[in-house]
């Protein structure tokens, strides 16, 4: 998906796929697609090769999205200076919204909610078709 949460391309596979390799399924067909593609957000299940993979193939730069505490243990503070405070409960990711609400908006179509297709590219059929469906409505929203 690209910034406003446009669906940039879609790779259906079965469940036993590593998320990393199944980031290779999809980002592979984008190489020399996309000239203005800099950056690729990604969560922590994209980290390790898939990062070194992305820089190589497609000459992007993969950033994982992650928390300011994510991985920290300690803090070094200078005296007399209070240590940063971990926030408690829920905190969303920044950017991780964008594909949450693309994500709503496909289930605002009744076929994608519950997946009936017996094949993978049929369910990649009916993604487009959604995202086609929902920039064509915005298009007659604006032009009228």
């Not at 505490?69 to 926030?87: L, M």
């Not at 693309?102 to 959604?130: M, Q």
Request: glycine share 6%; net charge positive.
């Amino acid at each position: 998906m690209d910034t406003q949460g446009w669906l940039l391309a879609a790779c259906v596979h079965t469940a036993n796929i590593q998320d990393r390799e199944g980031a290779k399924l999809v980002l592979a067909p984008l190489r020399g697609g996309f000239p203005r593609l800099e950056v690729i957000w990604a969560d922590a299940g994209y980290r390790g090769q898939c990062v070194e993979w992305v820089a190589e193939q497609l000459h992007v730069h993969l950033q994982i999205v992650k928390h300011w505490w994510t991985g920290v243990s300690g803090f070094w503070v200078a005296p007399g200076q209070a240590p940063p405070v971990k926030p408690s409960g829920f905190v969303p990711l920044p950017h991780r919204w964008i594909v949450e609400r693309t994500f709503a908006w496909f289930l605002t179509n009744r076929r994608l909610v519950v997946d009936f297709d017996a094949l993978p590219t049929s369910s990649e059929a009916r993604l487009y078709l959604c995202m086609t469906r929902l920039m064509l409505r915005r298009l007659a929203r604006t032009q009228s």
